[in-house]
């Protein structure tokens, strides 16, 4: 008995779908797709209990024949590609053939839709992959989509889901996307009745931005223009770094006016806020790219929210070219220059417009006088600390002034004149083996007027051969 089998189709779209269908939001984000790939100006999402128990995506595009309302449902049905070659150039939003029959395997399914030429609308229900019932219907050109109870039977799958609070959030975030995606369209979005989001169609993405998100983001954004030829044309806002977020969900980045979750892009636009943003922070941003079919390739998951580009750092340095360039142009820099430290050795004192008049202070019983500013700064220059008040010492009449007095290098001995030294008290030596008559005291006097060094003169008195004989 072989132990490979093939799966059943019913199946296998089961399989499909945990990869296709992730959340409600995913199944929104693949019937957007449709009606914006069949032309529509005008799309109507309504949403209950945040996409368990309904979810329905009417729009007013091309439509399809009752044939290709019923092939829509097989999977790997498509009407956007039809050779290999076309997956190199995918300008379309959906191409892959899976997303009706995945989101009919897992859920219930009505479709509704009409083409212009035909008397009738043509209404499709499927449940869980199987084909239930097709029947003329009444409706005017277009597509209505209706998905039921999502996951009723996988009940893992089921179980599985986040709180209807967060569903909700993920289902707004999808429709905000492509309404900003896409300023032509008009987008009305309810949630359990009451009214989220509804937007007319805009002529630019400012007017979109502002209907979206108000007057107050508006006033914060600044507009992005740059790229390089055959690389990537940049275009889109970023907002100024006063409007920051701590999450990246404020992100909006679309190729080719597909919306995507990229690596690349974030880099590129976070490289050109890094001198301008903490760390932490992101900017808020609308980032569209347009580049070259080739130059991308959007086959890379089920989901068609990730792509691979054919060379990343080239668009990843464009981005942020753009980025730098934008805020350069409103004047927003990250050069900041730190302050400059000047060490305490290198002080400079500051200008002084007039220098007061010398005055005597006394303190704790010593007299000092003030000093100008000039000399009280150069007496501190070489030591590298700021000046206390200007005060300098006034020696005593008889005290010598050591910062007048000449320095003198001894070798030998000092001939110092005599009428600087004058000795008295002594009486005629005797020789130099007698006792007798030694002298009681020796003075000193007028040594502190004395031009030389107060300590070389006292070296120079003992030193002196009289003075020598006297003390031996």
């Given amino acids: 008995m072989n132990k490979i089998r093939v799966l059943s189709d019913n199946l296998a779209n089961q399989i499909a779908a945990g990869e296709v269908v992730e959340r409600p939001a995913s199944v929104v984000k693949e019937l957007v797709e449709n009606s914006i790939d069949a032309g529509a100006n005008r799309i109507q999402i309504d949403i209950e209990l945040g996409g368990r128990r309904l979810m329905q995506i009417a729009d007013n595009g091309e439509g399809m024949s009752r044939d290709d309302a019923i092939l829509a449902f097989e999977r790997h049905a498509t009407s956007k590609i039809r050779t290999a070659e076309d997956l190199g150039s995918i300008a379309t939003l959906g191409f892959r053939g899976e997303a009706l029959a995945s989101i009919a395997s897992v859920a219930k399914v009505e479709l509704l839709t009409k083409i212009e030429v035909d008397q009738a609308a043509t209404r499709v229900v499927i449940e869980g992959g199987r084909l ?51 300023p032509e369209i008009a987008f009305t979005l309810t949630n359990n009745g009451r009214e989220v989001l509804r937007v ?54 679309f190729v080719n006016n597909r919306f995507v979750r990229d690596k690349t892009i974030a880099g590129g636009l976070l490289e050109g806020y890094r001198s301008v943003l903490p760390h932490g922070v992101y900017p808020v941003a609308f980032l569209f790219l347009e580049m070259p079919l080739e130059e991308i390739d959007v086959n890379v998951h089920p989901a068609k929210t990730e792509v691979r580009f054919r060379r990343g750092e080239a668009v990843k340095d464009v981005i942020a070219e753009a980025v730098r360039t934008t805020l350069a142009k409103a004047g927003i820099t990250g050069d900041v220059q730190p302050e400059r430290f000047i060490p305490e050795s290198t002080w400079t004192p500051p200008p002084v417009s007039a220098q007061p008049e010398e005055e005597v202070v006394e303190q704790h019983g010593i007299l000092f006088e003030t000093m100008s500013q000039e000399e009280s700064h150069a007496a501190v220059a070489g030591i590298g600390m700021q000046p206390e008040p200007n005060l300098r010492l006034i020696p005593e009449p008889n005290e010598a002034r050591f910062d007048t007095a000449p320095t003198i290098d001894f070798v030998d ?36 007027s004395s031009k030389y060094n107060l300590s070389a003169s006292f070296t120079t008195v003992l030193s002196s051969p009289s003075m020598t004989k006297a003390f031996c």
Avoid: C, W
């Fill in 413 to 448: 001995e000092i001939a110092v004149p005599e009428e600087r030294l004058t000795v008295s008290g002594y009486a005629e030596l005797p020789p130099v083996d007698s006792a007798a008559k030694l002298p009681k005291s020796v003075e000193v006097v007028d040594v502190a």
């Fill in 132 to 182: 239930i019932d097709v029947k003329d219907a009444a409706r005017d050109t277009g597509t209505t989509i209706t998905v039921r109870d999502l996951f009723f039977n996988t009940p893992a799958r089921r179980k599985f889901m986040r709180s209807e609070a967060t569903e909700n959030y993920h289902l707004t975030s999808i429709v905000t996307h492509y309404a900003l995606a896409h």
């Fill in 200 to 253: 007319s169609p805009a002529k630019d993405l400012r007017e979109r931005a502002f209907q979206v998100f108000g007057g107050g983001l508006l006033d914060s954004l600044l507009p992005v223009e740059g790229g390089r030829e055959y690389v990537a044309r940049v275009s889109g806002f970023i907002s100024a770094p006063r409007e920051r977020r701590t999450t990246r969900d404020s992100q909006y980045f």
